[in-house]
């Protein structure tokens, strides 16, 4: 079963200022721990995001919000896909997918023409998921997560 079809991906507003902080907070507590920095993100998406030129997306299913994913701004070429989370109820269901493809398409629709991430090589669902899009490994530098044990990067053709 696929719920690519009826999976419908959103922009973020105000009054879905939680759903970023709850979904992180599920995935982020089950592998990792909560570092502050993503407290300090999760707790202001407005500021420490959208004010900043990033973008949100939230994946709907059945009035839920069951995904999400952000673009953070780093400068006017290059963005940092980040905050990804699908719930677990839903993983494995292309929700991923579809919020990678919104991406891609906003990316490629914005002339944005570096996309990077940082993940940790034990998330191998979303590595496969990043390679399958285009995403290659590229050196890590020090310091951004400590979970962070790999960064990736996709050049916009």
């Known amino acids: 079963m696929s719920l690519e079809n009826i999976v419908e991906i959103i922009p973020y507003s105000a009054a879905l200022k939680e759903p970023i902080k709850t979904l ?30 990033g973008m949100i997306f939230y994946a709907k299913y059945n009035d839920a919000i069951v995904g999400t994913v952000s673009l953070m701004k780093i400068d006017n070429t290059t ?21 990678m493809l919104h991406c891609l398409a ?16 034990k998330l191998l ?17 020090d310091g951004i997560y400590e979970r962070a044990d790999i960064k990736m990067e996709r050049i916009t053709n």
């Open 24 to 53: 992180n907070l599920e995935w982020l507590k089950k592998y990792f721990k909560v570092e502050p920095k993503d407290e300090i993100v999760l707790s202001d998406p407005q500021g420490q995001i959208i004010d900043k030129g």
């Open 79 to 99: 963005y940092e896909l980040s905050k990804m989370a699908v719930t677990d109820g839903v993983q494995g269901l292309g929700v991923g997918k579809k919020l």
């Open 106 to 121: 906003v990316t490629e629709a914005k002339g944005i023409e570096k996309l990077i991430l940082y993940s940790n090589r």
């Open 125 to 141: 669902p979303a590595i496969h998921l990043y390679e399958k899009f285009g995403f290659t490994e590229v050196p890590l530098e």
